[in-house]
């Protein structure tokens, strides 16, 4: 099973940017699909973005549409979630996680990293 590790929260204001990273170990990185997904206190965690195998197929959250990109580097084991127009209402626990289809289902999703926080202020 391939071993994840987040990196790249903070705190930002409104309107700002971060890029969230997450470097993958111990497993065949180029067979998984990556997602990403987020969690706040007291609420399910959600989907927000995934990519395929070869990095030519995304999907996203509809909340995030437009603002948030994923992106893969197979050479260096890494997916990227890039975060422009940050909203307070972003603000959540961010988890990578590989599944083996890109889908929003996170209990399709096998390997999970420790989360890495990010928090916008208004």
């Known amino acids: 099973q391939v071993q994840l590790v987040e990196s790249g929260g903070g705190l930002v204001q409104a309107g700002g940017s971060l890029r969230l990273s997450c470097a993958a170990s111990?497993?065949?990185?180029?067979?998984?699909?990556m997602g990403w997904f987020r969690q706040t206190p007291g609420k399910e965690r959600e989907f927000v973005a995934a990519?395929?195998?070869?990095?030519?197929?995304?999907s996203y959250a509809d909340s995030v549409k437009g603002r948030f990109t994923i992106s893969r580097d197979r050479s260096k084991n890494t997916v990227y979630l890039q975060m422009n127009s940050l909203k307070p209402e972003d603000t959540a626990v961010y988890y990578c996680?590989?599944?083996?289809?890109?889908?929003?289902?996170?209990?399709?999703?096998?390997?999970w990293g420790q989360g890495t926080q990010v928090t916008v202020s208004s």
């Open positions: 996680a590989a599944g083996r289809r890109i889908n929003n289902d996170m209990r399709t999703y096998t390997s």
């Open positions: 111990g497993g065949a990185f180029s067979e998984y699909v």
């Open positions: 990519i395929n195998w070869y990095g030519d197929m995304t």
